[in-house]
């Protein structure tokens, strides 16, 4: 008989197991285990991925969990069947149901928790444990346990041993053995693994720490004490309980025999089909699809209309034959759920009722079917969208959709999802926060007890998502010789590359949801999510795919609330709502903005490497805008697509019949749209079957084994199959190698072509409204932020740039959100201007300013600061904001007067005991004190005051104050423009963007900001190494380098860089550096 | 010491009987970590004792019971 480990914690026992569930299963095989269970505390998050891995080493999986009961006692629970598969979901979801307080669903989780009697009710189908040395029910309730082993009944039922090595090992085996006696069961040894080997356990510690929320001196009590929860040899852990019950060791192998349950095998999962229906599901989804067709082809042209037809029922013929009727009539009807929802978000009067509740991404956009069920809105056929990804005769699984919804809609639609289908039939499915560089350095080094600011300096400077380099820029700091003298700096050296990628805690997914028609708790355990109403199932997307479970992506998009909020202020304003689908799709004036690069603010074109783009491409069509936002990615990046591409575009702009150069001319047709080069993910599907003759279930095989790198096998399986198959379309092995090189070059970093095709068309209708509505699209974007490439307070410099006036918060004018407020000028007449809203101002939430809007329109105006800050339900620290702010300013009086005055204000008081409810009136009895004569604040302390309490400044640029006192030949934004290829140059700006893409080697690209204008930055990877700091953190710099002009681009190849912050601060007389808005930040840190 | 690591002798004692066995590997972040291996014998005078083997000093210690 050999030993079987019946309980084993992976990292998913969240702060507690330190090993990921492949290191143990890999470990086990090593050590020679056969079978393996995996137990964590009260879930399953890591058991499918578990069990995958188990097999993949060829050990048998066995799943369970360790739950905790109410009262806080353990106990193991094993599963032998599929209704114990199904019972223990049921009693983990139960244990979850109460972690959050109604109301307060943001606040911390508390503990889970299950009643005994729901053991005793869900017991078929498992095996209990008696739980473990510390907090097993044996110990710390023998009546309890009585109850269990009654319930399970001797054969289901084992006292647990365990040999942990702690002081007391003994007398507590012996009471043990004592219970099982007298309860007539038989015990049964474990080894309670929290690490797969002993040099994980420092690791062990440090989350003990971490999760108890100190440092490893201050839990002693709660942490192991020595390193022997521990994977260990069978024969080792068999020899541990030689002189205790050597046969409850032996015993395990028994009892492993008999849990033959395979969470890898079919789980019975079904997606609501629409069988139950009157009609055959295939014929429900025809007659939808027909009413929409008359109604959408109604006026098209007698091509077109036939075209769809015979698509259409080519599409239904497909969906009859892979069974999916009832996939497509599930999506149509959450759409339908949208729908009611929008009307219901927007209201019925609303000028946004006219547009479409959501809209599909990805390659959904591709099928006519989705067009027809409302699920895209892109005409696929007039469009000329290929299906191929989407559906086809080889699927292996159900296809993704996603629907990109506004942020308000999104949010009711997913609480509204859950409960048309039932709250046992739906849930999100969760994500796992793991832990990257600036987690494993807070966390591991307050465990540690190293100095917070040393910590959180190196957090700010750390360069980079993977934990596992910390121990690199440790080393690399000025004073590491120092450092690595010391214990803790050398294990937080180890430890922060251990933690690397350990999932933290659990969250929600941004989207995903599942629906099952059988009850998902039962095939999955469903928990409470941060918000109300949602709840989030224990199983990440990668978990849900492998059990085959349909994930619908509802998603989020900010330039979808923007333009929806647009629309409603222009019909506001107007009186006419717009159609944003009956726009004109060839403005001239709009695609010369998009050929002047002037996108900042526009949907997917604005980033800085875009607008680099669109000089050189220049887009004329909504094809060109399609192909643009596809273009700027990693895959077409790495699959070297743009420099072919943005020349091919030059060259058939001086010569219309020019033909761009292919690898092969079978790759002709392919990639006519993209002249010659791969750009869309779907174009590797047809190169594949162009010129290698891959069948389209070989070539989405290819596609999706790019999209997993680690696959590397794989991707040199395909390769060979490639190369011979193009042999066979006599391609000779070079250029076939050639071609595949590309393709696995651009990876699965790429736009489907119907995604960039939505994306497209939201480009273009963005850039639409920022033309010809600019003042109503920014009030948009600042109300939808945070979103996009750009901070609120560049946002609003661009709009100032282009004409619109921007107006600061104002407590007697502002609505709670951004708003347009008429504004007349002699020379234009009747204009609106971009009124920014009391929500904007920090330390005011949308509630207070929601609060203060109401009693001014109760009460009328406020009349100065005191009346202000009786009448409006503010915090002080609140009010303080709003002066400083400049929203007071209204008032007439300088804002430090203001503040004084403040100071001085009654304002009513709760009467204790009444939960607020009453208020201790006050008399209005005004300052026994005059106001003494204090300063105006200076122009610098304006606008400081502005950026630290808005995020944004409407008034002077910190530029414009600082340009007289900076170093003679300081160019501006628009001197350098002038200036000459290759000159060197010096020039000063407010850095707004700083990007690493990971495919550039290192180089960051910044973009600076001035009063008039932004400039571009090239930081070469060794001037970065070398001021680091400065790019990262800075936020006035001072740089020297070579401009450079290529064509429209301009840019400075950066030499050297200097913080200003030292001279701001002498010039200002105050800290300017902490006041300014930092960079965004995108890529690789 | 015999072969499983425990005590034969202590004090110049024989050791009759191991009651039990427990470790303790800690502050191993710190300048002074501990690593340790106790065990509470009876010896064969009867009298009930702790003893451990530091592996850090790579020495035996006695304490109180």
Same mark, same amino acid.
Not at chain 1, 374 to 393: E, Q, T
């Given at each position: 008989?050999?030993?079987?480990?019946l309980?084993?914690?992976?990292?998913?026992?969240?702060?507690?197991?330190?090993?990921?569930?492949?290191?143990?299963?890999?470990?086990?095989?090593?050590?020679?285990?056969?079978?393996?269970?995996?137990?964590?505390?009260?879930?399953?998050?890591?058991?499918?991925?578990?069990?995958r891995?188990?097999?993949?080493?060829?050990?048998?999986?066995?799943t369970?969990?360790?739950?905790?009961?109410?009262?806080?006692?353990h106990?193991t629970?094993?599963?032998?069947?599929?209704r114990?598969?199904?019972?223990?979901?049921?009693?983990?979801?139960?244990?979850?149901?109460?972690?959050?307080?109604?109301?307060?669903?943001?606040r911390?989780?508390?503990p889970?928790?299950?009643?005994?009697?729901?053991?005793v009710?869900?017991?078929?189908?498992?095996?209990?444990?008696?739980?473990?040395?510390?907090?097993?029910?044996?110990?710390?309730?023998?009546?309890?346990?009585?109850?269990?082993?009654?319930?399970?009944?001797? *054969?289901?039922?084992?006292v647990?041993?365990?040999?942990?090595?702690?002081?007391?090992?003994?007398?507590?085996?012996?009471?043990?053995?004592?219970?099982?006696?007298?309860?007539?069961?038989?015990?049964?040894?474990?080894?309670?693994?929290?690490?797969?080997?002993?040099?994980?356990?420092?690791?062990?510690?440090?989350?003990?720490?971490?999760?108890?929320?100190?440092?490893?001196?201050?839990?002693?009590?709660?942490?192991?004490?020595?390193?022997?929860?521990?994977?260990?040899?069978?024969?080792?852990?068999?020899?541990?309980?030689?002189?205790?019950?050597?046969?409850?060791?032996?015993?395990?192998?028994?009892?492993?025999?008999?849990?033959e349950?395979?969470?890898?095998?079919?789980?019975?999962?079904?997606?609501?089909?629409f069988?139950?229906?009157?009609?055959?599901?295939?014929?429900?989804?025809?007659?939808?699809c027909?009413?929409?067709?008359?109604?959408?082809?109604?006026?098209?042209?007698?091509?077109?209309?036939?075209?769809?037809r015979?698509r259409?029922d080519?599409?239904?013929?497909?969906? *009859?034959?892979?069974?999916?009727?009832?996939?497509?009539?599930?999506?149509?009807?959450?759409?339908?759920?949208?729908?009611?929802?929008?009307?219901?978000?927007?209201?019925?009067d609303? &000028?946004?009722?006219?547009?479409?509740?959501?809209?599909?991404r990805?390659?959904?956009?591709?099928?006519?079917?989705?067009?027809?069920?409302?699920?895209?809105?892109?005409?696929?056929?007039a469009?000329?969208?290929?299906?191929?990804?989407?559906?086809?005769?080889?699927?292996?699984?159900v296809?993704?959709?996603?629907?990109?919804?506004p942020?308000?809609?999104?949010? %009711?639609?997913?609480?509204?999802?859950?409960?048309?289908?039932?709250?046992?039939?739906?849930?999100?499915?969760?994500?796992?926060?793991?832990?990257?560089?600036?987690?494993?350095?807070?966390?591991?080094?307050?465990?540690?007890?190293?100095?917070?600011?040393?910590?959180?300096?190196?957090?700010?400077?750390?360069?980079?998502?993977?934990?596992?380099?910390v121990?690199?820029?440790?080393?690399?700091?000025?004073?590491?010789?120092?450092?690595?003298?010391?214990?803790?700096?050398?294990?937080?050296?180890?430890?922060?590359?251990?933690?690397?990628?350990?999932?933290?805690?659990?969250?929600?997914?941004?989207?995903?949801?599942?629906?099952?028609s059988?009850?998902?708790?039962e095939?999955?355990?469903?928990?409470?999510?941060a918000?109300?109403g949602?709840?989030i199932?224990?199983?990440?997307?990668?978990?849900?795919?492998?059990?085959?479970?349909? %994930?619908?992506?509802?998603?989020?998009?900010?330039?979808?609330?923007?333009v929806? *909020?647009?629309?409603?202020?222009?019909a506001?304003?107007?009186?006419?709502p717009?159609?944003?689908?009956?726009?004109?799709?060839?403005?001239?004036?709009?695609?010369?903005?998009?050929?002047?690069?002037?996108?900042?603010?526009?949907?997917?074109?604005?980033?800085?490497?875009?607008?680099q783009?669109?000089?050189?491409?220049?887009?004329?069509?909504i094809?060109?805008?399609?192909?643009?936002?596809?273009?700027?990615?990693?895959?077409?990046?790495? #699959?070297?697509?743009?420099? &072919?591409?943005?020349?091919?575009?030059?060259?058939?702009?001086?010569?219309?019949?020019?033909?761009?150069?292919?690898?092969?001319?079978?790759?002709?047709?392919?990639?006519?749209?993209?002249?010659?080069?791969?750009?869309?993910? *779907?174009?590797?599907?047809?190169?594949?079957?162009?010129?290698?003759g891959?069948?389209?279930?070989?070539?989405?095989?290819?596609?999706?084994?790019?999209?997993?790198?680690?696959?590397?096998?794989?991707?040199?399986?395909?390769?060979?199959?490639?190369?011979?198959?193009?042999?066979?379309?006599?391609?000779?092995?070079?250029?076939?190698?050639?071609?595949?090189? %590309?393709?696995v #070059?651009?990876?699965?970093?790429?736009? &489907?072509?119907?995604?960039?095709?939505?994306?497209?068309?939201?480009?273009y209708?963005?850039?639409?409204?920022?033309?010809?509505?600019?003042?109503?699209?920014?009030?948009?974007?600042?109300?939808?932020?945070p979103?996009?490439?750009y901070?609120?307070?560049?946002?609003?410099?661009?709009?100032?740039?282009?004409?619109?006036?921007?107006?600061?918060?104002?407590?007697?004018?502002?609505?709670?959100?951004?708003?347009l407020?008429?504004?007349?000028?002699?020379?234009?007449?009747?204009?609106?201007?971009?009124?920014?809203?009391?929500a904007?101002?920090?330390?005011?939430?949308?509630?207070?300013?929601?609060?203060?809007?109401a009693?001014?329109?109760?009460?009328?105006?406020f009349?100065?600061?005191?009346?202000?800050?009786?009448?409006?339900?503010?915090?002080?620290?609140?009010?303080?904001?709003?002066?400083?702010?400049?929203?007071?300013?209204?008032?007439?009086?300088?804002?430090?007067?203001?503040?004084?005055?403040?100071g001085?204000v009654?304002?009513?008081?709760?009467?204790?005991?009444?939960? #607020?409810?009453?208020?201790?009136?006050?008399?209005?009895?005004?300052?026994?004190?005059?106001?003494?004569?204090?300063p105006?604040?200076?122009?610098?302390?304006?606008?400081?005051?502005?950026?630290?309490?808005?995020?944004?400044?409407?008034?002077?640029?910190?530029?414009?104050l600082?340009?007289?006192?900076?170093?003679p030949?300081?160019?501006?934004?628009?001197?350098?423009?002038?200036?000459?290829?290759?000159?060197?140059?010096?020039?000063?700006?407010?850095?707004?963007?700083?990007?690493?893409?990971?495919?550039?080697?290192?180089?960051?690209?910044?973009?600076?900001?001035?009063?008039?204008?932004?400039?571009n930055?090239?930081?070469?990877?060794?001037?970065?190494?070398?001021?680091?700091?400065?790019?990262?953190?800075?936020?006035?710099?001072?740089?020297?380098?070579?401009?450079?002009?290529?064509?429209?681009?301009r840019?400075?190849?950066?030499?050297?860089?200097?913080?200003?912050?030292?001279?701001?601060?002498?010039?200002?007389?105050?800290?300017?550096a902490?006041?300014?808005?930092?960079?965004?930040?995108?890529?690789?840190? | 010491?015999?072969?499983?690591?425990?005590?034969?002798?202590?004090?110049?004692l024989?050791?009759?009987f191991?009651?039990?066995?427990?470790?303790?590997?800690?502050?191993?972040?710190?300048?002074?970590?501990?690593?340790?291996r106790?065990?509470?014998v009876?010896?064969?005078?009867?009298?009930?004792?702790?003893?451990y083997?530091?592996?850090?000093?790579g020495?035996?210690?006695?304490?109180?019971?």
């Amino acid at each position: 008989m050999t030993y079987v480990e019946l309980h084993c914690h992976s990292a998913y026992s969240f702060l507690d197991g330190a090993s990921l569930p492949e290191e143990l299963v890999a470990r086990a095989a090593e050590l020679g285990y056969e079978t393996l269970a995996l137990t964590d505390h009260d879930g399953v998050y890591g058991s499918l991925e578990f069990a995958r891995a188990a097999k993949d080493f060829g050990i048998r999986p066995i799943t369970g969990a360790e739950v905790t009961l109410a009262g806080g006692a353990h106990i193991t629970l094993l599963v032998e069947s599929s209704r114990g598969y199904a019972n223990l979901c049921r009693l983990l979801t139960a244990a979850h149901a109460g972690t959050r307080l109604p109301g307060r669903e943001d606040r911390a989780l508390l503990p889970p928790a299950i009643p005994l009697e729901t053991v005793v009710e869900l017991s078929a189908g498992l095996i209990c444990l008696s739980g473990c040395a510390r907090q097993g029910l044996g110990l710390r309730d023998p009546t309890a346990t009585a109850r269990l082993a009654q319930a399970f009944g001797r *054969d289901r039922f084992y006292v647990e041993l365990q040999r942990p090595f702690e002081r007391g090992d003994t007398r507590r085996n012996r009471q043990l053995r004592d219970l099982a006696e007298h309860l007539g069961v038989e015990t049964v040894a474990t080894g309670n693994i929290h690490a797969h080997h002993p040099r994980r356990t420092l690791l062990q510690d440090v989350l003990v720490a971490i999760r108890s929320r100190t440092s490893l001196d201050g839990c002693e009590q709660e942490r192991r004490g020595n390193r022997e929860s521990v994977m260990r040899p069978p024969a080792e852990m068999i020899e541990r309980f030689a002189g205790i019950d050597k046969a409850a060791a032996e015993r395990t192998s028994a009892i492993a025999e008999r849990l033959e349950f395979d969470l890898t095998q079919e789980l019975g999962y079904r997606y609501p089909d629409f069988s139950d229906g009157p009609d055959p599901a295939i014929q429900q989804l025809a007659e939808v699809c027909s009413y929409a067709f008359a109604e959408r082809y109604a006026t098209s042209t007698a091509e077109l209309h036939n075209r769809s037809r015979a698509r259409l029922d080519e599409e239904l013929n497909l969906i *009859d034959e892979l069974g999916l009727a009832g996939f497509f009539l599930l999506h149509w009807e959450v759409l339908e759920l949208a729908r009611e929802v929008a009307l219901d978000v927007r209201g019925r009067d609303s &000028p946004r009722r006219f547009l479409p509740p959501g809209r599909g991404r990805g390659s959904s956009v591709g099928s006519i079917v989705c067009y027809l069920t409302g699920l895209s809105h892109v005409d696929p056929v007039a469009n000329d969208l290929s299906l191929g990804r989407f559906i086809n005769r080889e699927l292996t699984s159900v296809p993704d959709i996603d629907l990109d919804f506004p942020r308000d809609i999104r949010e %009711k639609l997913i609480v509204a999802v859950t409960e048309r289908y039932g709250r046992e039939h739906a849930a999100l499915v969760a994500t796992f926060a793991t832990y990257r560089s600036r987690g494993a350095i807070r966390d591991v080094g307050k465990a540690l007890g190293l100095p917070y600011a040393e910590l959180e300096r190196l957090a700010r400077l750390t360069d980079g998502w993977n934990a596992g380099r910390v121990a690199d820029e440790v080393a690399a700091l000025p004073d590491a010789d120092r450092k690595l003298m010391s214990r803790r700096w050398r294990a937080f050296q180890v430890l922060t590359g251990d933690i690397s990628g350990l999932p933290r805690h659990i969250s929600q997914h941004p989207g995903g949801m599942v629906i099952s028609s059988r009850p998902l708790v039962e095939l999955v355990p469903v928990q409470p999510a941060a918000m109300a109403g949602r709840q989030i199932c224990q199983w990440d997307k990668d978990s849900c795919s492998d059990a085959g479970f349909l %994930k619908i992506d509802l998603l989020g998009l900010g330039m979808l609330s923007a333009v929806e *909020d647009c629309v409603e202020q222009i019909a506001r304003l107007y009186g006419a709502p717009i159609d944003l689908s009956r726009i004109p799709l060839d403005d001239p004036a709009v695609f010369a903005e998009i050929q002047a690069a002037d996108t900042v603010g526009a949907f997917q074109i604005e980033s800085r490497a875009q607008m680099q783009s669109l000089l050189r491409t220049k887009p004329e069509t909504i094809d060109d805008l399609t192909v643009q936002v596809a273009l700027v990615r990693p895959g077409p990046i790495q #699959g070297k697509a743009v420099h &072919p591409y943005i020349e091919a575009r030059r060259r058939l702009r001086e010569d219309p019949s020019f033909v761009p150069d292919v690898d092969h001319e079978l790759l002709r047709e392919p990639l006519r749209s993209t002249h010659g080069v791969v750009v869309f993910q *779907d174009q590797v599907l047809d190169v594949a079957i162009a010129i290698a003759g891959f069948t389209v279930g070989e070539a989405e095989g290819l596609r999706r084994a790019m999209s997993r790198k680690r696959s590397h096998a794989a991707l040199e399986s395909y390769r060979e199959r490639f190369v011979s198959g193009a042999a066979g379309k006599s391609v000779d092995g070079e250029t076939a190698n050639r071609v595949y090189d %590309k393709l696995v #070059g651009f990876s699965g970093f790429g736009f &489907p072509k119907s995604h960039a095709a939505a994306f497209g068309l939201l480009a273009y209708q963005s850039s639409w409204l920022r033309h010809h509505y600019p003042a109503e699209f920014l009030c948009a974007l600042l109300n939808a932020q945070p979103m996009g490439f750009y901070p609120p307070a560049s946002l609003v410099r661009d709009a100032q740039r282009r004409g619109v006036e921007v107006l600061p918060p104002d407590v007697n004018v502002s609505d709670a959100r951004c708003s347009l407020a008429p504004c007349v000028s002699e020379t234009q007449g009747l204009r609106w201007a971009v009124q920014v809203g009391l929500a904007y101002v920090a330390s005011v939430g949308k509630d207070d300013a929601e609060a203060l809007v109401a009693e001014r329109e109760e009460r009328g105006p406020f009349l100065d600061v005191a009346d202000l800050a009786r009448r409006a339900p503010l915090s002080r620290a609140a009010l303080e904001a709003l002066v400083q702010g400049g929203a007071c300013d209204c008032f007439g009086e300088k804002r430090r007067d203001q503040l004084w005055q403040l100071g001085l204000v009654f304002r009513p008081q709760s009467v204790p005991g009444t939960g #607020g409810q009453a208020k201790q009136l006050t008399l209005s009895l005004d300052p026994t004190v005059e106001t003494p004569d204090l300063p105006d604040l200076t122009r610098w302390e304006l606008m400081l005051a502005d950026y630290r309490q808005t995020g944004l400044s409407v008034g002077v640029h910190p530029l414009e104050l600082l340009r007289p006192h900076l170093p003679p030949g300081t160019l501006s934004s628009q001197e350098l423009n002038d200036a000459k290829h290759g000159s060197d140059v010096a020039y000063a700006g407010l850095a707004i963007a700083r990007q690493r893409p990971s495919t550039a080697k290192g180089i960051v690209f910044m973009l600076l900001e001035d009063e008039l204008g932004q400039v571009n930055l090239i930081v070469p990877s060794q001037v970065y190494e070398r001021h680091r700091a400065i790019v990262r953190g800075e936020p006035l710099l001072l740089i020297r380098g070579r401009f450079e002009r290529v064509g429209e681009n301009r840019n400075v190849l950066v030499a050297t860089l200097e913080s200003l912050s030292a001279l701001a601060r002498r010039v200002a007389e105050g800290d300017v550096a902490g006041s300014l808005p930092r960079a965004h930040h995108f890529g690789h840190r | 010491m015999h072969v499983d690591g425990s005590p034969r002798l202590v004090n110049r004692l024989l050791v009759a009987f191991v009651r039990e066995e427990w470790r303790v590997v800690d502050r191993w972040w710190t300048d002074e970590p501990v690593n340790r291996r106790y065990f509470e014998v009876i010896l064969e005078s009867g009298q009930n004792t702790c003893v451990y083997r530091d592996a850090e000093a790579g020495c035996w210690f006695s304490q109180r019971a």
